[in-house]
């Protein structure tokens, strides 16, 4: 059972690392291109370089939104050990023979904040490739342009 446990816990910490990671280079990024169009007048191949920049906003927000949900998710399971325990959480008043319907609600609210996270993990992801591929993109029309 300790291996399970640890194990666990490695795969939580290497999640968060990376969903750290992709935010620190959301930010990066978007500072990045700004910075890179900061004295130039506007020219149609901007729009991919707002389209990457709009999925990176993106990628920030859900990686902010998984972060919440991970968040909400360890409180409601430190609520549940305390309820499976007998004591009462603080916020919480449960009147006598309620406890199982409170597990069981807890239980119901983490599952429902796991599915969130789920979510919010896969579209971090997704929107932060899809800001490279425009990135890639607007870089390549400036590359084309700059020949000619």
């Not at 998710?73 to 008043?93: C, E, H, I, W, Y």
């Not at 599915?115 to 800001?131: A, C, M, R």
């Not at 591929?133 to 390549?140: G, K, Q, R, S």
Request: aromatic share 18%; net charge positive; charged share 15%.
């Amino acid at each position: 059972m300790d291996q399970q446990v640890e194990i666990w816990k490695l795969f939580r910490q290497t999640q968060e690392k990376y969903v750290y990671f992709i935010l620190s280079l959301s930010v990066a990024a978007v500072a990045f291109a700004v910075a890179s169009t900061n004295r130039t007048a506007f020219q149609w191949p901007h729009i991919m370089l707002g389209l990457a920049v709009f999925s990176w906003l993106i990628s920030i927000y859900f990686g902010f939104r998984w972060s919440k949900w991970n968040i909400s998710t360890l409180f409601a399971n430190f609520d549940l050990l305390r309820v499976q325990s007998g004591k009462q959480p603080s916020d919480m008043q449960i009147p006598p023979g309620y406890e199982g319907a409170a597990i069981e609600g807890i239980r119901k609210a983490m599952r429902s904040n796991v599915e969130d996270l789920k979510k919010s993990f896969n579209k971090q992801g997704i929107t932060f490739y899809v800001g490279i591929f425009f990135f890639i993109a607007w870089h390549l029309c400036e590359m084309y342009s700059a020949t000619n």
